[in-house]
């Protein structure tokens, strides 16, 4: 046996080795000669070892210093510790080529390579991390009209950023009811039974009580509102920013729950050409094109879609829980940037759809004296919008935006042919002023809103709104930041009683930073909504009968309302950890309810208060995320109170993905609502449905597939979703899916 020998390369010998071998007899010249040359040999072995790297990470766009943030080299599998200056540190480096890769939760993280030994040792570098889009970053919000980062601005806003919505694109390519939905706070409450129209509801309150904008501009209102959440694609959408409470001060009445604004892709210098083909196991399909680019003056984006649904009866039942649809969507934009100053766009959004649910057997073409009942809804919505900014200097510019729309919908049902049309207009012209520590923005905006039938109906509605704005944002210190806001309004409806129409809203939030794992929002304001005929009672009637509004005997509703949160992120290790705690109360007083066929206040009010939490957990590819909502939401009317009807007040939505990126991702989520008191003094029972998703990506290819609701819970499944006959069917509230387990699988081609 012969034992190994130490061989080592020293500097001073010029690469040449020097070994010694047990046993080797050595005179002590040689001896001394040797050992001296181990000992040069072991200390030149350890003096490569002694190499440290020091570093301050920062935010890019700040330059705040990021503590708690991370840095190691993957190939020596060692990482970086705090010296007592604060500075991240990594020691014991070799002599070589090393990648760092520098990481804090909420940014991306970033590598770069360094040769060791470093010129300078004791240098200190500088490295700057960007906010990530998905997590609490360079989100920017474009709904305050401010245009601030989301952890800058201190109302409480929420965003669905690119990634997500891409992600969402599979689940459901047709419509964003889902987007929606699945958001913590947040429920579409199906209106029809059989015709698949829907509403958004936030904390508790009813869809009318929502606004629901385009790109800052309120498309979606009044008669044209009741199916817009069906016939909207998310293909074109890079960001949809969320408002919950009161929020009637930015935009007008009606945001009395709080608002949506769905913010369209715009054109980049590299050309974006995609295509999405998807079919479902409940018989439908989907095919939508999306094209952008930017030229030197100019850009454009092109959306096109076609969506198709056979009529779908998973119940076998006889009545459609999907409709029969066909919807044609086209939405051309023209984007203009004459010089450095000035940007602007105009587009045109074209929807042509024909739904047509209710008994399968009228559908299909066979009805006889029994089977009769069907819900044909064929709508054309046609609208143009217009966008101009102009930078004055570096510190103001002004804004104007445009929009007019035009909305034709044809009801038809058994003993029933109700047609009428909205043509509505929004404009607006603010002018912003932005200095290091405040930003002041005021302006003026101009609603009209005119609803006629051309029949002999006595339905009609028509209201010119004149308001007038300002608000300032002030950063009083680094960890202190007061946004106060006041409106006022004027209403032209045919009143006896001016006063009515007028409305002085203020609101003001506070942000605090209160350093950089922990922040705090509290804020609140007022909020109206005119009175108006198109509420989920009337949609639910089909508009038979429903009288006119009138302004000389009923009031507009009026609200208050107000929220805090707290919100903690950090990381330990490899694993990014958030978690935001919000508490909310909204108080509307005599709301407008519907007696027989006329609308009158209600004695009374309604509150909602409540609380949400939402839960992120990272870790490499693994992202986990919980919401819960705590709804008490209820009626006080003439001395009683009710539970409000289809709210639950329990809620959680939880969502596991795995995402390798650019590579593939995994999801599954889940949802359980609790029981809901319905109209009729009864309860919906309490239900839990699952979603799975797979999707492989190439560089121009993606495949998914998706389960929605695998378990297939469904409201027909335990209870009845009508009374009386199924030629004259009375439809009881739905308060859960009726779709039941669908499958979709599809292509994202990208060129």
Known sequence: MFAPAYCGASTAMRGKSACIYPGQELNSKQSMKHILLAFAVI????SFAQNTFRAIIKDERTQEALPGATENIPVLN???????????????????????????????????????????????FTIDLEPAGTELGEVVIQTTRSSRSIRDIPTRVEAITLE?????????????RMLLNESTGIATQ????VSGTANIRIQGLDGRYTQLLRDGMPLYQGFSGGLSVMQIAPLDLKQVEF??????????????????????????????LNFLLNGTSAKGFDGSTFYSQRFKKTGTTIFGSYNYNAPYDPAKIGLTAIPQTNRFTINPKLFFYPNEKTTGWFGINAV???????????????????????????TLRLSTQLAFTHDINNESKINFKNSVGFFDRKLLQPNLNFNGQQVSSFSEVNYSHTKEKTEWIAGLNLWTDNFKTPDTSSLHYKLTTIGGFAQNTFNATKWFTLETGLRIDYNTPPTNDKLKGIFILPRVNALFKINEQWTSRIGGGLGYKMPTPFSEEAEEKGYAGIQSISFSKTQAEKSYGGNADVNFKTRFGDVAFSINQLFFYTYLNKPLILQGNNFVNANGY????????????????????????????????????????LTSRHRVNAVL?????????????????????????????EYVEYGFLFEKMWEHLNFFINAENFTDRRQTRWDVLYTGTITNPVFRDVYTPLDGAVINAGVKIKL
């Open 43 to 46: 200390s030149s072995q350890l």
């Open 78 to 124: 060692i990482g970086a510790a705090f010296d007592t200056s604060g500075v991240l540190e990594i020691k014991n480096i070799p002599n070589g080529n090393f990648q760092i890769k520098f990481s804090y939760v909420g940014y991306k993280d970033f590598q770069k390579t360094f040769s060791f030994p470093l010129a300078n040792p004791d240098k200190i």
């Open 164 to 176: 997500e919505l891409n992600e969402k694109n599979s689940m459901k390519p047709g419509d964003i």
């Open 190 to 193: 199906q209106t029809s039974a």
């Open 243 to 272: 408002i919950k409470g009161s929020a009637s001060t930015l935009y007008g009445g009606g945001a009395i729950a709080g608002l949506v604004n769905l913010v369209s892709k715009t054109p980049q210098q590299k050309r974006e």
């Open 352 to 378: 042509y759809e024909d739904r047509y649910g209710g008994d399968t057997k009228v559908i299909e073409g066979k009805a006889s004296g029994i089977h009769q009942y069907f819900e044909r809804n064929k």
């Open 606 to 645: 309604i509150d909602t208060k409540g609380a949400e939490t939402n839960l992120r957990i990272g870790w490499k590819d693994l992202h986990a995320f919980v919401g819960y909502t705590y709804t008490d939401a209820n009626q006080h009317f003439n001395n009683t109170t009710l539970w409000q009807p």
């Open 657 to 685: 993905m795995w995402e390798a990126e650019r590579k593939y991702r995994i999801g599954l989520e889940g949802l359980f609502v609790s029981e809901q008191k319905l109209y009729d003094g009864t309860k919906g029972k």
